[in-house]
């Protein structure tokens, strides 16, 4: 799973200053040219491929839980 990477024009950089991300989404395959192929986690594939350099890998955390239940 991976979520990609846009940065805003000039304008938002100045007014927000936010970095935005997209995603998550699934990796479909790599190109050639070293894009990616992506999907939405409902299996739509994007129309246009994704420069590596956009795509965060984005990795679960762990589940974790509590064996007393009172807390």
Do not use: K, W
């Not at 491929?49 to 839980?65: C, D, E, N, S």
Request: no cysteine.
């Amino acid at each position: 799973m991976t979520h990609e990477f846009r940065s805003g024009s000039p304008a938002d950089a100045l007014v927000f200053s936010l970095t935005r991300y997209l995603g998550p989404y699934v990796v479909v395959r790599r190109t050639q040219g070293g894009s990616y192929v992506l999907s939405e986690m409902d299996g739509t594939v994007l129309r246009n491929g994704v420069a590596a350099f956009r795509v965060i890998p984005y990795l679960t955390r762990q589940q974790f839980g509590f064996e007393d239940e009172s807390i």
